[in-house]
T-cell receptor, first 113, second 116 residues
Framework: GESVGLHLPTLSVQEGDNSIINCAYS??????FIWYKQESGKGPQFIID?????DKRQGQRVTVLLNKTVKHLSLQIAATQPGDSAVYFC????????????FGTGTSLTVIP | GAVVSQHPSWVICKSGTSVKIECRSL??????MFWYRQFPKQSLMLMAT?????????EQGVEKDKFLINHASLTLSTLTVTSAHPEDSSFYIC????????????FGPGTRLTVT
């Protein structure tokens, strides 16, 4: 499989603050990335995706930034809420090798009320 | 739409027995289904890619004879853990891609397998 890693295994933030979760990937051919949220005992839930021809993509309260030069992407969550507490994974895909996705280590986000 | 179910949601079996886990796409046809396993506090590890009507493609290090995958229809894939051992205890998750939209994956809720 591919090597996709995260810098921080845990992150605690105060409710209302912004959260930033980082992800490093090693395959320079990776061209599609997805951030997933996983709550305890459940399957991953799609948050936002970004293709390699973009540097930034915004969704509702979330922004993904992609820096292809250093093979790094981040997920920013604005005004973090207790319901955002979960484990967040980045996953990467290389289109010319198929539609398999490889997941990073994961960051556990805890929102403090 | 795009709901994926798994059955059972949890199972306990004795060492040496086999257990089958089902993954179903409820409201769409899945060209491809994927099987992952996840250990506690760890990431999802892709085990295999399953295409309807053809043999599954296994990731390096995954034993084909241990983890039998069948994708008999566009809405059903099964994973059979044969001769299960305690080290096979894990959270098994499937995902499915819609026909013609191959990069969107919809995940099932997972199956917790405990081998005693």
């Amino acid at each position: 499989g591919e090597s996709v890693g995260l810098h921080l295994p845990t992150l605690s933030v105060q409710e209302g603050d912004n959260s930033i979760i980082n992800c490093a990937y090693s395959n320079s051919a990776s061209d599609y990335f997805i951030w997933y949220k996983q709550e305890s005992g459940k399957g991953p839930q799609f948050i936002i995706d970004i293709r390699s021809n973009m540097d930034k993509r915004q969704g509702q309260r979330v922004t993904v930034l992609l820096n292809k030069t250093v093979k790094h992407l981040s997920l920013q969550i604005a005004a973090t809420q207790p319901g955002d507490s979960a484990v967040y994974f980045c996953a990467e895909n290389t289109r010319n090798t198929g539609n398999q996705f490889y997941f990073g280590t994961g960051t556990s986000l805890t929102v403090i009320p | 739409g795009a709901v994926v179910s798994q059955h059972p949601s949890w199972v306990i079996c004795k060492s040496g027995t086999s257990v089958k886990i089902e993954c179903r796409s409820l409201d769409f046809q899945a060209t491809t289904m994927f099987w992952y396993r996840q250990f506690p506090k760890q990431s999802l590890m892709l085990m295999a890619t399953s295409n309807e009507g053809s043999k599954a493609t296994y990731e390096q290090g995954v034993e084909k004879d241990k983890f039998l995958i069948n994708h008999a229809s566009l809405t059903l894939s099964t994973l059979t853990v044969t001769s299960a051992h305690p080290e096979d205890s894990s959270f098994y998750i499937c995902s499915a891609s819609k026909r013609d939209i191959s990069y969107e994956q919809y995940f099932g809720p997972g199956t917790r397998l405990t081998v005693t």
